[in-house]
């Protein structure tokens, strides 16, 4: 895979989530932290975002985005000092869809399609630790064709399903994730030249990211490397290190560990294969290696895994009508097939 695709399956877990919702009148929903990623995508009328640290509110109109990759708190509102209902999640840390008391008074309707996923923070990728704490992509005529048509196809499954929706919209969800992230890097970000977005525009920086990604158990060097980005072995250094933010063999081991974690966690194949797979010649160099950056041994990995994820963010615009969990007046959250909910 390519580098964006494969920092995406590095730090995904679990199944998706999304819903539909129509809101009357006057709102407004707090949504607490969690562990996961989350979006808002405003599909009719208007709203304002509220982000979190008491940051200025941003005004949302039709077919603006909102991405929260590192799950932080925020808001969502009809006006700025619109009351706010918390949205919570049930005891047993779920987020059913459910339909909350409607319809609201009369007035200007918002459509809001939100999604929420799963993601692990152990080895988080840095194309997503540099990410700010919201991504704001305004619509504008003509503009990521491929993101709105995602939106729409997702929004279109969820309004009216089909024989075949709780297989599309998983697989809406994860396309739909790959082009905020796209957009954002490659197209909105104001300091493109800079970081990860620098170095995925960088014709020669990305080739050697390509390659390592490809092929991550070949001995590579800072030369062969260089060679593969047409750079000299000191200019390539540099330029790496300015992009990646850190050394080129730094990053290769990171990389390598970081596939090894995954392989031991989502596979059996022996240790021996693992170590070869990323680029270890013995069993020994490779367990002396994944201890020095996880702390505990292959074998102790595999056998106890990663911490627990914690509770995806809300997997819809409307709270549930759960014990604790006020529901928001003039709210209509169009529930999705039970297999999407658990």
Do not use: N
Request: with cysteine; proline share 11%; charged share 15%.
């Amino acid at each position: 895979m390519d580098v964006l695709s494969d920092a995406i399956a590095a730090m995904r877990t679990g199944r998706p989530h999304s819903s539909r919702t129509r809101i009357h009148g006057t709102w407004g929903m707090r949504f607490p932290p969690t562990g996961g990623a989350g979006f808002h995508v405003i599909l009719q009328g208007a709203g304002w975002l509220l982000p979190p640290e008491d940051g200025e509110p941003v005004r949302l109109g039709p077919g603006d985005v909102v991405f929260l990759a590192h799950g932080t708190g925020h808001a969502l509102a009809s006006h700025p000092d619109a009351p706010l209902v918390d949205v919570l999640p049930l005891p047993d840390g779920s987020w059913p869809l459910s339909r909350a008391p409607g319809p609201g008074p009369a007035g200007t309707e918002t459509v809001l399609l939100c999604g929420a996923y799963r993601l692990s923070r152990a080895r988080a990728h840095p194309l997503f630790t540099e990410l700010p704490a919201y991504v704001h992509i305004p619509a504008r005529i003509g503009a990521h064709p491929r993101l709105r048509a995602a939106i729409d196809l997702l929004g279109a499954e969820l309004a009216d399903p089909q024989p075949g929706t709780d297989a599309a919209v998983p697989a809406l969800l994860d396309t739909l994730l790959l082009y905020l992230l796209r957009t954002w890097w490659l197209a909105e970000r104001p300091d493109r030249a800079a970081g990860w977005s620098g170095a995925l525009a960088d014709p020669g920086i990305a080739a050697a990211l390509r390659s390592i990604h490809a092929d991550p158990a070949r001995p590579w060097t800072v030369e062969s490397l260089g060679a593969v980005a047409g750079l000299s072995r000191a200019a390539f250094a540099r330029r790496f290190a300015a992009l990646v933010g850190r050394s080129p063999l730094a990053y290769l081991t990171w990389w390598r560990m970081t596939t090894a974690g995954r392989l031991l966690r989502t596979g059996d194949a022996p240790l021996r294969t693992v170590a070869a797979r990323v680029g270890y010649a013995s069993e020994f160099a490779f367990a002396k290696a994944f201890k020095r950056e996880y702390g505990v041994a292959p074998g102790r990995y595999r056998a106890t895994g990663e911490p627990p994820e914690p509770s995806p963010p809300t997997a819809q615009c409307a709270p549930a009508t759960a014990p604790g969990a006020a529901a928001v007046p003039g709210a209509t959250a169009v529930p999705l097939p039970a297999s999407l909910t658990s």
